[in-house]
Every structure is written in C-alpha cells, then in structure tokens.
C-alpha cells in the first residue's frame, strides 16, 4: 500500500469478528478482505455504515488500483459481506451483520 491511512483518534483502531478468520470467509473473502477491513476502520461505529465514499478516495487511501477495488467491492457484494447504494457521485455502504460496540471509558489495565 502506497499512501498512509490518516488516522485520527476515533478511527486508528476497530473490531474485527474473530469468526471471519474461518475457512469458509477466507475462500470468499479472498484479498478482498483488505477493502474489507478499510470499510470496517471508515464506519460508524453505530450503524456500519461507511457514508459518501468515493471510489477514488478509496484508491488514493489505499494505494490500489481502481480495478481492484471494484473487483473486490463486487466480491463483498456478491458474498454479502456489505450492501451498496449510490448518492449522486459517492457511495454508501453498509457492512451487514454489524454489531455495534459497547461504549468503553477506558481499557482494562492488564491489557
């Protein structure tokens, strides 16, 4: 990947299932999981819903090409791993299955 994600401090981390390590989503998944994990870190985290992307905005945070990017959206689609809509030139999409997190003051101090 060519260009750094910004970070802030609400978006530098996210929650991932464990159950998606299963053999089963990995043949699905395939490279696909590496868009998947960038709309995971881009979405509410109430809702899951990653708002007004564009496809561009995806290819220069990510730093792969416009092809692929569709191609693995397709792939997530297809598997329904995450459902699209169109806003005008942007995208809206919403990963299914989201589960929200509970609210967290702070981390236990063990971890």
Known sequence: MNQTI???TKSW????????LQEQHLQKMRNSIWLFLYLVLHA???TGKVM????QTIVKDMGVPLGTIRRWLSILRKHNYVTVERSGQALVIHIEKWKPLPAYRHLPKNE
């Open 6 to 8: 910004k970070q802030t």
């Open 44 to 46: 509410n985290r109430r």
């Open 13 to 20: 981390w996210a929650a991932i299932w464990i159950g998606l």
């Open 52 to 55: 007004q992307r564009r496809y």
